[in-house]
């Protein structure tokens, strides 16, 4: 007989032995089943939206496991900001459900922080969740690929329309990635710009395709 590890519900309390228990599960807030594939905004069909087809961004593909709203962004925020470490392998969890289907790629990089705010911090989430996620897949995680170079204000503190331009030039990679399969792993998408940031830098590097991975994604109010 299968023994179960006694375990509370992270969002009811309740007694389970996952650490999310089915009915909590199921009301999670997901995507809109038609979205933009190329940034997961609700559309009214699910082909690439009229900003998208302007503008492509430059991954090749994103995911996300949820929508950033209650309670997801309340366990996003405990363990970003109260260093709740233990939540990470969850999100890692939600976001690998996420991924079941797809190929697997070569190298997953976390977004980077900025030396400045990993001190402050102690730790960078979107590292944290990708530790999880690779030793779950078997990718290589490569943390010291990418370096964020400038230090900027919070992208949750620039207007929308302003943040492509507060995080241009903020990363280097000095890794040859010569058509190898990266995708870059972050907590949380809003405008995009900092994923499409990395992505950019990434591909001039030579790589083959660039996926975004996060665990939920942010509507515009």
């Known amino acids: 007989m299968q023994l179960f590890q006694h375990k509370h519900c992270v969002l009811c309390q309740a007694s389970d032995h996952r650490?999310?228990?089915?009915?909590?599960?199921?009301?999670?807030p997901r995507l809109s089943q038609a979205h933009c594939p190329s940034c997961l905004l609700p559309v009214p069909s699910s082909q690439i939206c009229g900003t998208c087809l302007r503008k492509p961004p430059?991954?090749?593909?994103?995911?996300a496991a949820l929508r950033y709203t209650y309670p997801v962004d309340a366990l996003i925020q405990a363990l970003k900001y109260r260093s709740d470490l233990p939540l990470a392998?969850?999100?890692?969890?939600?976001?690998l459900t996420e991924l079941q289907e797809d190929s697997l790629p070569d190298y997953v990089i976390p977004v980077?922080?900025?030396?400045?705010?990993?001190r402050d911090r102690g730790f960078n989430q979107?590292?944290?969740?990708?530790?999880?996620?690779?030793?779950?897949?078997g990718c290589k995680l490569l943390p010291a690929a990418c370096v964020r170079i400038r230090s900027t204000?919070?992208?949750t503190e620039i207007p929308w329309k302003k943040r492509k331009q507060n995080i241009r030039n903020a990363f280097i990679c000095?890794?040859?990635?010569?058509?190898?399969?990266?995708?870059?792993?972050?907590?949380?998408?809003?405008?995009?710009?900092?994923l499409n940031e990395l992505a950019k830098v990434i591909l001039r590097q030579g790589a083959g395709?660039?996926?975004?991975?996060?665990?939920?994604?942010?509507?515009?109010s």
């Not at 890794?175 to 900092?194: E, P, R």
């Not at 395709?209 to 515009?220: C, M, Q």
Request: with cysteine; charged share 20%.
């Open 19 to 28: 650490d999310i228990c089915a009915a909590c599960l199921h009301d999670l």
């Open 58 to 63: 430059a991954w090749n593909q994103i995911r």
């Open 89 to 95: 392998p969850i999100l890692a969890d939600l976001l």
């Open 112 to 118: 980077p922080l900025h030396p400045d705010r990993l």
């Open 126 to 137: 979107a590292h944290e969740i990708s530790r999880y996620l690779c030793r779950k897949t």
């Open 153 to 155: 204000p919070s992208q």
């Open 174 to 194: 000095t890794q040859n990635f010569a058509g190898k399969q990266v995708a870059i792993v972050d907590d949380v998408m809003t405008s995009g710009a900092t």
């Open 209 to 220: 395709s660039v996926r975004a991975w996060v665990v939920a994604r942010a509507f515009p």
